[in-house]
């Protein structure tokens, strides 16, 4: 073998290394970005869940919301920011756990609260009229899993036997 041959082979393996690493950096941005997302969202769940929570801590706000939103009663508001603070939380979840950042397992255990929250009996009044402020496949999946409860709502807000198991 000459010199111009193995000059030709380390020009190869060069190059082969250096598209090796270019797919390295490409799925290290990829997992980076995704990170950074995930921290976006998990802050901006925190900002939302305070705000609520101060909203609800303070009557002379609370009573301002429940005047906005035309409810009739402080408790329907303070439901409504319960609710509101946790499916902000689960609407979180969801989305993280679709792009694969949430475990399967932890994201079960959210279902299941999912599950609980819909099948309580002020759920109907909560989730027809703050539906639409969450994202369309949020949507659709808790009004799969309402529908999967069925038309009574469970006074005690437990997880209805008759549910069917995921993927059914």
């Not at 941005?29 to 990170?35: E, G, R």
């Not at 909203?55 to 919301?65: C, Q, S």
């Not at 303070?78 to 950042?101: A, D, I, K, N």
């Not at 807000?157 to 993927?167: D, F, W, Y």
Request: no cysteine; hydrophobic share 45%; net charge negative.
């Amino acid at each position: 073998m000459d010199w111009n041959a193995i000059g030709a082979v380390g020009e190869i393996l060069g190059a082969i290394a250096v598209v090796a690493t270019l797919f390295y950096l490409t799925k290290q941005i990829h997992q980076s970005t995704k990170v950074a997302r995930a921290n976006l969202s998990k802050d901006l769940f925190l900002t939302s869940r305070e705000a609520i929570w101060d909203l609800a801590a303070n009557p002379e706000l609370t009573e301002i919301f429940a005047e906005i939103r035309g409810y009739e009663d402080l408790d329907e508001t303070r439901r409504t920011m319960f609710f509101q603070s946790f499916f902000r939380l689960y609407e979180v979840v969801f989305t993280l756990h679709r792009e694969g950042l949430v475990d399967d397992g932890i994201y079960e255990s959210y279902l299941t609260m999912i599950r609980v929250f819909a099948a309580s009996k002020h759920f109907d009044a909560y989730w027809s009229v703050t539906r639409r402020q969450f994202h369309s496949e949020f949507r659709a999946y808790v009004d799969e899993q309402r529908a999967m409860i069925g038309s009574e709502p469970i006074e005690t807000g437990g997880v209805p036997e008759s549910l069917p198991a995921e993927g059914d």
